[in-house]
Every structure is written in structure tokens, then in C-alpha cells.
């Protein structure tokens, strides 16, 4: 354990090292591997069933710079007889090829994004059909669900698409009941976590299936939501920090406990890495959650410290290297925007504004390897009631459902933040050009009324990242441009003002 953790304790420093920048960064090797986050999308609605509408949109996701986009392989949908109790005469989960799966719609989804140079992150998620529930007389297909019928299921996926997939996310929230059921055993007012447990046994039997179909697939755990309660009810949510202590068995001290009964014939978990959705509860990206508990854009240190906590007690292994630390993926993160939410909903000066202090801030933790924008475009509003309820459904989108651009979207493909730090002696700038390669970008200044000015040319990454530093000695705004296109159209971001501390 001691030459595990001084292994980590290394890497953590070389990855440290390696990004902290004041000034404009060196673009990397041919072939170097990926430095920064992957930037993602994961809209369901777009990656559904509707016929042509992905076609009309994932030109504009890959033009926008979007890496990778989020793909469900569900169960429930894909596997016959969902609603019965037992499953087909002579059924085999296993096999990809039996005319009983329905994949068509998965088989289109995975080749358009492939078509256009997109590449597939696929969530093999429950509940299945209610023959794979661990008690089918309860009615629920969430009830503790069959973790060799998952695996099965996960097999049949990943043999069908080992030469389009490369990785997968298993379950999507197990964290709470609408996907997973019980999340606690509760007994005299006191709540214990089981869906952990119940979360272990379908992770390890499905990664298992996957990595025998395609050894060189990564697959990643959790998918967790950054929400929870303090639980007194079986069903109840949990919290993602207490979720992911149980699931690597920690106790107190960070110490190793298989005393429990949710860690009863307990086997360690090798995951390539931590699938998470990020929750600011409608403030600023740099404010850090009040409840240690859960974990917003920058409390990504609660994460990484319970990972490698679990790791060094055994109780999490990474699959790849055991001597690395386990990275994050932020699959889906956005902001729901008023309007149309005026209950829920940021301002739509301020998602555009916080979506771009969000990449800055994932840009400056090297262990988050993936910031996926939820949704593209909004979801309609549905009346489900009073107050909170008549505005169900999620407009985090940055088009709204009528397909007219809010102001992020003007922004998604050009983030930039600018910043006086504390000694308020300089102007930092950071931006990113999307889609990410080596480009020249031209950094303007404004000081009061006058026109814009070039003060200066910088180079991109081969990722399309730069920062840079300017002395401040009057209040300025800042902007950049590039030349985009074959026609060199120029492409500005947003402007930030600042002022000397």
C-alpha cells in the first residue's frame, strides 16, 4: 500500500506540473495523448428515436467542437417481453444476433455520430424488463436487478459494437431509486445504503462481459447524480460522497470496513474511471456546495479524494494501471436557464457566462478528463402542475425548444475567462478554440469607449488552448478572435471586463 500511494503521490505531481501555465502553452507532440478534457454533449431527446433529427444536428455538435456524445443502450427498451415476468422460451441475453433484441434504433444513433467524426460514449443503464428484477411479484424492474442477466445484456451490446464503442458508462444515477431500488435498508428511523452494493455486483459482472468482447474498452462507474438526502426512507436518494464510500467499503479514517452487510463477499471494482453529473443548485461554478456530500463543478477534490481513499484501501483497483489515480468524466453538467424556467432557471446572460468559467475551472483539474454540455437543445415545458412542477422537463439547453439560440450558444464553440488575480498587477485570459487544433489567435483590448484593439497574437495548443498574462493599469475590457473557415471569417468570443484590484 505504501509504494501504491507514493506511486500516486508522483503522478499527481507530474499532472500538476504539467498544467500550471502563465503563459501560452506549448502545443504537444504528434501523437501525445490527450492533456485536457474532452468536450461532450448528452442530449437523449436529439440521440432518440426520432428519425432525422440527429442527421440535422450532429453536423452543427461536431462544427460546435464537440468530441464525444452520450448514447444509451437501454435495457428496457432493447430486450423483449419488458413487461413480463419471466423471459422468452429459449431466450440467450447474450447473444447480439437474437432476432428478439430490437437494436435498430441504436444501430442508427452510433452511425451518424460516427458518419460525422463523433465519437460514441455508450451508457449500457437499467431498469431492464421486469423479468430481470430480482423479485418480480414487487413489480418493479428496479428492484434489485439481475446482475448476470445485466451482464448478459451488456455482453449482447458490447460484441455488437466493439469496432464503433471504445467507452462505456454501466447504469446511469444508481444513486437513486428511479433507476435503482432499495437505495437504503431503513429499520427504527435508521437508514443504511444497499444500492451501492447492489450497484458493485452489476458493475463488475457487466465490465467483466465488456472487457471479454473488446479487451481494450474503457469502462467507467458511477454516472452518479450530485444529489441526495439524509435518508429515511428505502427509496430515498443518496448523497455521492456517502454513495461512493460505501461503494468502495471505507469506513472511518478512510480505513478498509467489510464489516458491513452491503459489503458482505466483498470484490473490488476495476473501473477506468468516474462518470459524474455535476450540480451547482443554480450558482457560479466556482462556488463550492455547502453539503460536503455532494459536489458541484469545483468540488471535484470531494470525489477524488474518496476514489483514492478507496484505491489505497483495495477497494476501488484502476483497470488500466492500478499506479494511476482514477480520473473523473463529467458527462452531463449545464444550467437550467429562465426563461422559460422562472423557478429553477439561471438568467441566460448567466449560463452563457458560467458554462465558459466552468471549462476554464475543469481546464485547471488534470483529472477530469470529460465536460459534457446537457442539453443542446431544450426540452418543452410540461405542465405537471403548481409552482416547480408546471416547468418539468430540462432547459439546460443552450437552443431552446424552438431551436433559437440563446447567448451560450453563440459562445459554446469559443469559451474564454478573464480574471485579475489577488495582486491585481496582471490580466489573465484563457480561451479554448473549438473544434480543438493549433490555430493563431488575436487578443483585443478596449478601454472605455474606444474601438477594440489587437494588442497582441498568440498560439493555440493542438488542443486549441492558450492563456496568457497582460499588465492591468485601467479598467479594460478583453475579447478574442480567430479566422475560421475556409473564407477566414473571423470568430469573436465574448468580452470581459476588468478592472485593477
Given amino acids: 500500500m505504501e509504494r501504491l500511494a507514493r506511486a500516486l503521490l508522483l503522478a499527481f505531481v507530474a499532472l500538476a ?37 440527429l442527421e440535422a444536428v450532429a453536423p452543427k455538435w461536431r462544427a460546435a467542437g464537440i468530441d464525444i456524445a452520450s448514447v444509451t443502450a437501454d435495457w428496457r427498451e432493447i430486450a423483449p417481453d419488458k413487461d413480463a415476468t419471466v423471459a422468452p ?37 437499467g431498469p431492464g424488463p421486469l423479468w430481470s428484477s430480482g423479485d418480480q411479484s414487487r413489480g418493479s424492474a428496479r428492484y434489485r436487478p439481475d446482475a448476470d ?11 455488437r459494437y466493439s469496432a464503433q464503442v471504445a467507452r462505456y458508462i454501466i447504469w446511469t444515477e444508481p444513486n437513486t431509486s428511479e433507476r435503482l431500488r432499495p437505495q437504503s435498508f431503513c429499520s427504527k428511523g435508521r437508514c443504511s445504503p444497499r444500492s451501492p452494493e447492489i450497484y458493485r455486483k452489476l458493475f463488475n459482472a457487466a465490465a467483466t462481459a465488456i472487457r471479454r468482447a473488446d479487451s481494450s474498452a474503457q469502462v467507467y462507474a458511477g ?37 458491513s452487510a452491503a459489503c458482505d463477499g466483498f470484490e473490488a471494482s476495476a473501473v477506468d474511471g468516474l462518470a459524474f453529473h455535476p450540480d451547482q443548485r443554480a450558482t457560479a461554478p466556482s462556488k463550492r456546495l455547502p453539503s460536503t456530500f455532494e459536489v458541484g463543478i469545483t468540488d471535484t477534490r470531494r470525489l477524488t479524494d ?5 484505491q489505497l484501501t483495495g477497494g476501488l483497483t484502476n483497470a488500466a494501471d492500478n499506479s494511476l489515480p482514477i480520473d473523473i468524466y463529467y458527462d452531463e453538467w449545464g444550467y437550467q436557464t429562465n426563461p422559460p424556467d422562472v423557478y429553477s432557471g439561471v438568467s441566460l446572460a448567466a449560463q452563457d457566462r458560467w458554462l465558459q468559467q466552468g471549462a476554464k475551472i475543469v481546464y485547471g483539474q488534470p483529472r477530469v478528463k470529460l465536460l459534457g454540455q446537457y ?77 477594440f484593439r489587437t494588442i497582441a497574437e498568440v498560439q493555440t495548443d493542438a488542443e486549441g488552448y492558450f492563456s496568457t498574462s497582460f499588465e492591468i493599469r485601467t479598467a479594460a475590457s478583453y475579447r478574442y478572435y480567430w479566422l475560421a473557415g475556409s473564407q477566414a471569417r473571423k470568430r469573436y468570443s ?7 484590484r
Avoid at 447480439?96 to 465519437?119: F, K
Avoid at 474518496?306 to 478507496?310: E, I, P
Avoid at 440563446?406 to 478554440?433: C, E, I, M, T
Wanted: with cysteine; aromatic share 8%; hydrophobic share 45%.
Fill in 306 to 310: 474518496v476514489l483514492d481513499a478507496a
Fill in 89 to 125: 422460451p429459449g431466450f440467450n441475453g447474450a447473444d447480439p444476433s437474437s432476432t428478439l433484441y430490437d437494436w435498430a434504433n441504436l444501430d442508427r444513433v452510433i452511425a451518424v455520430l460516427r458518419s460525422h467524426r463523433l465519437e460514441p460514449l455508450l451508457t449500457i443503464t
Fill in 494 to 500: 465574448a468580452a470581459v471586463a476588468l478592472r485593477p
Fill in 223 to 259: 454516472a452518479l447524480a450530485a444529489r441526495g438526502m439524509d435518508g429515511k426512507d428505502s427509496d430515498d436518494p443518496i448523497r455521492p460522497i456517502p454513495w461512493l464510500r460505501a461503494f468502495g467499503c471505507l469506513g472511518e479514517g478512510d480505513t478498509a470496513d467489510r464489516s
Fill in 17 to 53: 506540473g504539467s498544467f500550471a501555465l502563465t503563459a501560452v502553452d506549448a502545443a504537444p507532440a504528434v501523437g501525445a495523448a490527450r492533456q485536457h478534457a474532452l468536450v461532450g454533449i448528452s442530449d437523449p431527446v436529439i440521440t432518440g428515436s426520432t428519425p432525422g433529427l
Fill in 375 to 451: 442539453l443542446w437543445r431544450d426540452q418543452p415545458v410540461v405542465d405537471d402542475g403548481k409552482g416547480v412542477d408546471a416547468y418539468s422537463g430540462t432547459q439546460s439547453g443552450i437552443y431552446s425548444f424552438d431551436g433559437s439560440p440563446k447567448p451560450a450558444a453563440a459562445h459554446f464553440s469559443n469559451p474564454f475567462w478573464a480574471y485579475v488575480p489577488a495582486d491585481g498587477g496582471s490580466a489573465r485570459l484563457w480561451g479554448q478554440v473549438r473544434p480543438g487544433a493549433a490555430h493563431s489567435v488575436a487578443i483585443q483590448r478596449r478601454i472605455g469607449r474606444r474601438s
Fill in 149 to 159: 442477466l445485466f451482464a448478459a445484456f451488456a455482453a449482447a451490446v458490447s460484441e
